[in-house]
């Protein structure tokens, strides 16, 4: 059982509460084929407590759905009964259901993703294509990590349920040489175990990324789990880690993708997503996300999109690259209420470690590199967090940073100013335009940091009035 109270801009509603309650309603479902009763007491115990909240925090709208465990169940509808005693208007969504909300999830935080979406609950497990924005038709199978147990024989009656599941779908013969995108608490739970088997450098989740082949060893190390891996997740949650790797790895057998993607975003979001507006689904999240947090911190207005097309001229960015310039740079002012010994810190910390989504962990090391050099600092804290990138991005980013620097000394962070100078290169050289009659604008500061990025490019910097 879980609540999630959201509030911000519609493309991108930023989660300001999240309550989760282990119920266990999927328990034993397979062998009684009803709810068990400490379960039912549990969620309804919970159902009170999230009905008394949304009350005193005045939520205008509130959705509550049912998934596998109350559609199974053959007390399930009594269940629905006294959940809208409580007060809540109960939706038992349909395996279809589940399954398309769990892709629109996926791609409402992961714009691009294109492969096999699975959705691993207590009671089910939902698999269906995602491509080109769109979902396709997809398939409910009684596989949960609360109805199995990691027995061989738990695992010859699961890969029986999924062969003959698979065999009446052509999800098979899709999946091949595709990314395996895994939605579910019990899953994160095993990217968690990763990371820190593998020393991650940064233990963020969401687009979280291994090979296809990791599967058999998630399995190995959960089996034997040593002792500094079994704080990866909550105790509940590493309770189901033996089913959870189990179902991976026969997926992976079954499936043979190429990567395996976690996404942090499933159900609730998708929810969210499929109410949108088709232009409000095409909105970049990143930059959405970006531009709400950087909105409430700027001294004088955001002008973010400003700053970036300030730079732009200097550098020659693909898109991908591009989208990060301007992310980082709808930030750049985000720090300014810290202590100057801090600001670089506090931008760092955000880029890296923020609630973004649709941005993978090189993208966040990227944005942080901007920051760090926007704020006055060559290098990041944690040196292998270069691992995470290609050669020459964290350079690119660091001149993106110096520039931010520059343009916000000049401009004091006023936009007025933005627009009446530019940046460009003259002759292999970097150039700072100004007005005639404005040259007092440059400053000593200003002299400094444009020389500054100048050295940034291995190029000479000069000054220029128009």
Not at 11 to 18: G, L, S, T
Not at 31 to 59: C, I, N, T, W, Y
Not at 95 to 100: D, G, M, Y
Not at 274 to 284: C, G, N
């Amino acid at each position: 059982m879980r609540l999630v109270v959201y509030a911000g801009p519609a493309r991108i509603p930023a989660p300001i509460f999240n309550e989760k309650v282990l119920a266990g309603l999927g328990a034993g479902l397979e062998q009684s084929g009803r709810l068990p009763k400490e379960g039912r007491h549990k969620a309804l115990a919970a159902l009170q407590r999230f009905r008394l909240l949304v009350d005193h925090m005045k939520v205008k709208e509130t959705r509550v759905v049912a998934t596998a465990a109350i559609r199974d169940a053959v007390d399930g509808a009594d269940f629905v009964k006294e959940v809208e005693r409580i007060g809540f208007q109960c939706d038992v969504l349909s395996a279809e259901q589940e399954a398309e909300f769990a892709g629109e999830g996926v791609l409402s935080g992961i714009p691009g993703a294109d492969g096999i979406v699975g959705d691993l609950g207590g009671g089910s497990l939902e698999l269906l294509d995602v491509s080109g924005g769109e979902t396709s038709a997809g398939i409910s199978v009684p596989l949960g990590v609360l109805r199995l147990d990691s027995s061989p024989s738990g695992e010859r009656e699961a890969r029986r349920i999924l062969k003959t599941a698979l065999k009446r779908s052509t999800i098979r013969e899709q999946s091949r040489g595709r990314c395996f995108y895994m939605v579910g608490g019990s899953w994160r739970a095993l990217a968690r175990i990763d990371m820190l088997a593998t020393d991650f450098p940064l233990p963020i989740t969401h687009q979280y990324r291994m090979r296809a082949g990791r599967a058999k060893e998630l399995r190995r190390l959960v089996r034997a789990l040593d002792p500094r891996l079994s704080d990866a997740a909550a105790p509940a949650r590493m309770a189901t880690a033996p089913v959870a790797s189990m179902l991976l790895e026969l997926l992976v057998d079954e499936l043979e993708p190429s990567h395996l993607v976690v996404s942090t975003y499933g159900i609730r979001e998708g929810l969210l997503y499929s109410a949108l507006k088709p232009a409000q689904r095409k909105l970049d999240p990143l930059i959405e996300e970006a531009r709400e947090a950087g909105g409430g911190e700027h001294r004088f207005g955001q002008h973010g999109d400003l700053l970036d097309a300030w730079i732009a001229p200097l550098f020659d960015d693909e898109p991908v690259m591009q989208r990060l310039r301007l992310a980082s740079c709808l930030l750049a002012d985000v720090a300014w209420q810290a202590n100057a010994n801090f600001r670089a810190d506090r931008g760092i910390e955000m880029a890296l470690h923020g609630n973004w989504v649709a941005v993978n962990p090189a993208g966040r090391v990227i944005m942080a590199q901007a920051l760090c050099a926007s704020f006055g600092r060559d290098r990041l804290p944690e040196p292998r967090l270069a691992q995470l990138c290609k050669e020459g991005d964290l350079q690119r980013a660091h001149c993106w940073g110096v520039a931010m620097r520059l343009g916000q000394r000049l401009s004091g962070g006023v936009a007025s100013v933005l627009k009446r100078t530019s940046l460009d290169w003259n002759n292999g050289a970097v150039q700072l335009s100004v007005r005639r009659g404005e040259e007092a604008l440059i400053g000593d500061q200003v002299k400094r940091r444009l020389i500054r990025l100048g050295q940034a490019f291995g190029a000479e910097a000069v000054l220029a009035t128009t």
